[in-house]
């Protein structure tokens, strides 16, 4: 009676994903970014620093996303510059389904030379002490402060719920203080 091999004990996909098209248009409304940092200091009081950070650009991608089966559960260690030479290496890949991606572009606060950002870059590098909420400023500039200042205070009282909720997690058993 021929035997059958075991399956691996790790099954795993690899993904490669290629840009086929980008296309960046100005919003129809004034939009901004409302990044919301709080933290603990050293003596353990709750602190936190607001920025507005605007929105200059929407973007659209056109992505195809490609997979594999690794049986290994090792990924594969090489890159393909292109989807035809991906075909061409005989990798196992798979065309999976092409989508649609939007994303806001906004002008990064934290560069000094004004580089810009995207949303979901600024969300990827940031911890989970920072919020990020997308506003639509349909009101006249001046305004903004009266507002915003009721969603700045939520958008605070948030995050200081968030770090207060955070420390009381009990460390090695015991609470945090």
């Known amino acids: 009676m021929p035997t059958i091999p075991k399956s691996p004990s790790r099954v ?20 901004i970014v409302l990044a919301v940092d ?5 003596a353990g009081e709750i ?18 996303r490609w ?19 991906l075909q061409d290496a005989d990798a196992g890949y ?8 939007r994303d806001v572009v906004v002008l990064n ?3 000094d030379d004004g580089e810009l950002a995207t949303l ?4 990827e590098s940031q911890s989970d002490t920072y919020l990020l909420r997308l506003i639509v400023c349909d ?8 507002r915003l200042a009721p969603i700045v205070s939520e958008a605070v009282a948030e995050m200081t719920a968030h770090i207060r909720q955070e420390s009381q997690q009990p460390i090695g058993g015991r609470t945090a203080s």
Request: charged share 35%; proline share 6%.
């Open 139 to 146: 009101w006249p500039k001046p305004e903004d402060e009266s």
């Open 94 to 101: 798979r065309f999976q389904h092409e989508e649609v991606r």
């Open 12 to 31: 795993s996909w690899s993904t490669r994903e290629f840009i086929q098209s980008v296309a960046n248009s100005q919003p129809a409304e004034r939009m």
């Open 67 to 85: 997979s594999r089966r690794d049986c290994s559960g090792e990924p594969d260690g090489r890159e393909y510059s292109s989807e035809r030479e």
């Open 47 to 64: 602190e936190h620093v607001v920025h507005r950070l605007p929105v200059v650009g929407l973007e659209t991608s056109l992505v195809h």
């Open 120 to 123: 979901t870059d600024l969300r």
């Open 38 to 42: 709080v933290w603990k200091n050293d």
């Open 109 to 111: 606060h934290d560069s």
